[in-house]
């Protein structure tokens, strides 16, 4: 196993109650820089619990993370962006009703003076950043809830890419897309891994991850129960991996 | 659909434009029908301006607070004890504007409450403030015995008591009523605030996805906070306004305010799940239900009619502002 600063996210012994649910049993997990990690498993398999805690949206009961080598303490989304995380749920990451630049600067308004938004540069900015990942939209005052399924995804990755985000966290970007819309969005991770960005991708659907990551790691009740490289398995092999861990006896 | 709809058919569509056609109608049917055209005499319509504004610049709080995804049931009441605040502070011969910026910051820390109990109890504001409405309309009851209190501030006959009917009650010019002009200016700024200020992004962001916003880093509770502090304060802007053109304290004031402000933002097109409206609407939208209140009277037609008007102009707004919205994104595919 390599040392080092390598790794650009680790988290070391993650446990995490919920009450009397003990959701993850002691986790490592890590990321290298500009690496693809597949990140599967069953519903309540501990997966967004994990990714939570790396965004911000929970704090670990026990356990370390390291960013870039550095021990962090994560307590906020906010702090997560700092560092460069950004995570794109699959509900939770645009504003239906709110503009397509208003989105992608949302939080982050670059303001003139007074703290007045500086429209011309959000509208700019946006539709350089949408076209940087290939994705042409008519115009940046379009409510979200206009777009499709694919174009949205498209948003909230540009909006990570605009912000040099240094790991991306795509937690099931790929549900209730059609065949033609998830080729999209995997063609934007795509665009990400060529800017050398790190990605986390969650999915329950393991021939979206066997394309486009590099490493998979396979959770089941709160454990991490395998974690294997693209070339030493298949999307049957990662199927039974899951399969199997679902089942096994703790 | 083209990709530029023409001016005319986007202006059509556009929210707020039915609101100021719904208004317009309004208007001259009720110049039209008043008996000898009184609704349109400079009289009336200055009686208009000066009390339906007061209710106005409550509501235009409301109607921001309401984006951002919360309600404030407690408006009435909490203008009712800022009243009663001013009516205690001035009996002790307080400063006038000091006694006017308590009062103020009095209603901003009731305001503060409901958002307190709302964000850090994870209660929906809606019961919140019913509780609250309840609370501070009886306490205020309780202390000062239902009664009605003479609080003539012109009374007083010193040069602070003139300056202040006039910066609440005077007459800009000697025509527009000054709750007019400051219902207009809170319009102006809550607009700005709420359109080209990065907070405006913030309460939008709020109402219309508060994990979305929570995950880019804004503080959803902290936005909430504020509107509900902006909310309590007006109410405290108003209590100060009323007792000046009253000049007495009723502990029956501001009733039944907090369904009309409701109305009001509904009617000027806001979303009752948040994340939707403008502030043109909201300041349209009050100014309807303000010229309904004022028009009925003027057609000399039973009070109790009023809330039938308002029933059906609610929910011929509700609805139309729901096909325009339909159309809308059919324009925008």
Redesign the interface.
């Known amino acids: 196993m390599e040392t080092g600063n390598d790794f650009l996210v680790r988290m070391v012994g993650i446990h995490k109650w919920f009450g009397r649910v003990y959701a993850l049993r002691g986790v490592d997990f890590e990321v290298r820089r500009g690496e693809t990690v597949g990140l599967i498993g069953d519903n309540g398999a501990g997966k967004s619990t994990l990714i939570k805690i790396l ?1 911000g ?1 929970h704090q670990a009961d026990q356990g370390d993370i390291y960013f870039e080598g550095q021990k962090v303490k994560i307590r ?3 702090d997560a ?2 560092l460069g995380i950004e ?1 794109v ?1 699959q ?8 503009s397509i630049s ?1 989105n992608i ?5 670059p ?1 003139r003076r ?4 500086d ?1 011309k540069v959000m509208d700019e900015e946006s539709m350089k950043a949408l076209a940087n990942l290939g994705l042409r939209l ?1 115009s940046p005052d ?2 979200v ?2 777009l499709s399924g694919g174009e949205r995804q498209g948003v909230a990755i540009a909006r990570a890419l605009h912000f040099k985000a240094k790991l991306v966290i795509l937690d099931e970007p790929t549900v209730a897309l059609s065949v033609k819309e998830v080729e999209e969005v995997l063609e934007f991770v795509r665009q990400l891994q060529r800017e050398k960005v790190s990605v986390v991708f969650i999915t329950h659907n393991l021939y979206h991850a066997f394309d486009i990551a590099e490493r998979f790691v396979v959770m089941a009740r709160g454990l991490k129960m395998a974690d294997v490289k693209k070339e030493d398995t298949s999307p049957q092999g990662l199927s039974e991996l899951v399969l199997k861990s679902a089942f096994v006896a703790v | 659909m083209q ?1 530029n709809a023409g001016f005319l058919k986007r202006f059509l569509f556009a929210r707020s434009t039915s609101v100021l056609l719904v208004l317009i109608l309004i208007v001259i049917f009720f110049a039209v029908f008043s008996p000898e055209h009184r609704f349109v005499d400079p009289d009336n319509l200055r009686v208009l301006l000066s009390l339906g504004a007061e209710f106005s610049i409550i509501a235009l709080g409301v109607g921001m607070l309401m984006i951002c995804g919360e309600f404030d049931l407690s408006i009435g009441s909490i203008l009712v004890f800022c009243s009663f605040v001013f009516l205690k502070l001035f009996e002790l011969h307080l400063p006038l504007f000091l006694t006017a910026v308590v009062t103020v910051a009095v209603g901003g820390v009731l305001g503060l409450v409901n958002a307190l109990i709302t964000v850090r109890g994870g209660i929906p504001s809606f019961i919140t403030t019913l509780g609250t409405m309840m609370f501070w309309r009886g306490f205020t009851i309780l202390l000062s015995g239902g009664e009605q209190t003479a609080c003539n501030v012109s009374a007083l006959g010193t040069p602070a008591a003139s300056y202040f009917l006039s910066f609440f009650n005077g007459q800009i010019g000697g025509i527009l009523p000054a709750q007019f002009f400051w219902f207009a200016l809170f319009a102006v700024v809550l607009g ?1 605030l709420l359109h ?4 405006g ?2 309460v ?2 709020t109402g ?2 508060r ?9 959803t509770d902290w936005v909430k906070t504020l509107c509900f502090v902006i909310v309590g304060a007006l109410c405290g802007f108003v209590a100060c306004a009323q007792i000046g053109r009253l000049a007495c304290f009723t502990s029956r004031t501001g009733d039944g305010w907090e369904l009309k402000a409701v109305a009001a933002s509904v009617v000027g097109g806001t ?1 009752l799940r948040g ?2 409206g403008n502030m043109l609407g909201i300041f349209l939208g009050a100014t309807t239900i303000s010229v309904i209140e004022n028009g009925l009277v003027v057609l000399r037609i039973p009070y109790f009619w009023t809330y039938v008007f308002f029933g059906l102009v609610i929910l011929f707004s509700v609805l139309s502002s729901m096909y325009i919205e339909r159309k809308q ?1 059919e324009m ?2």
């Open positions: 965004s949206y906020s989304p906010r962006r700092n995570t749920y509900e939770q990451a645009l504003a239906p009703n709110l208003r600067f949302m939080g982050r308004e303001v007074l703290g007045i938004m429209k008519r379009l409510p809830v206009t | 990709r700005v080209y200020h990065r907070f992004n913030w939008y962001a219309d996805n994990d979305a916003a929570r995950a880019m880093g804004i503080n979303s994340g939707m994104r925008h595919r």
